[in-house]
């Protein structure tokens, strides 16, 4: 069984940073992307920013420059380091990992419970 740990959340005053971690646990045999999602209260879930294996990030607009993702590979972790953030940003942010758990499954997508970032000063 797959779970993904994310940690890190918190309040942060504007221009503050914070830096969450999403490592992935269980029975995986690949693992294709790791990304961040976000939603706010009433708002669809969005992307933040996800990485391919052995790709380039890509950005929600709105983050870039702002926000950095990582991985890595050997502790199937994700990172995403926000900078300068800004109170839009407050929202729960979810970790979502593409993975195939076996030869025998087709790769699917995962969530995280998401934890909870609140820019406010």
């Known amino acids: 069984q797959v779970q993904l740990g994310e940690s890190g959340g918190g309040l942060v005053q504007p221009g503050g940073s914070l830096r969450l971690s999403c490592a992935a646990s269980g029975s995986i045999l690949n693992i294709y992307v790791m990304g961040w999602y976000r939603q706010a209260p009433g708002k669809q879930r969005e992307l933040v920013a996800r990485?391919?294996?052995?790709?380039?990030?890509d950005y929600a607009d709105s983050v870039k420059g702002r926000f950095t993702i990582s991985r890595d590979y050997d502790k199937k972790t994700a990172y995403l380091e926000m900078n300068s953030l800004k109170p839009e940003d407050t929202a729960v942010y979810f970790c979502?990992?593409?993975?195939?758990?076996?030869?025998?499954?087709?790769?699917?997508?995962?969530w995280g419970q998401g934890t909870q970032v609140t820019v406010s000063s």
């Open positions: 990485l391919t294996t052995g790709g380039s990030p």
């Open positions: 979502n990992a593409d993975l195939q758990t076996s030869l025998f499954y087709r790769r699917r997508s995962y």
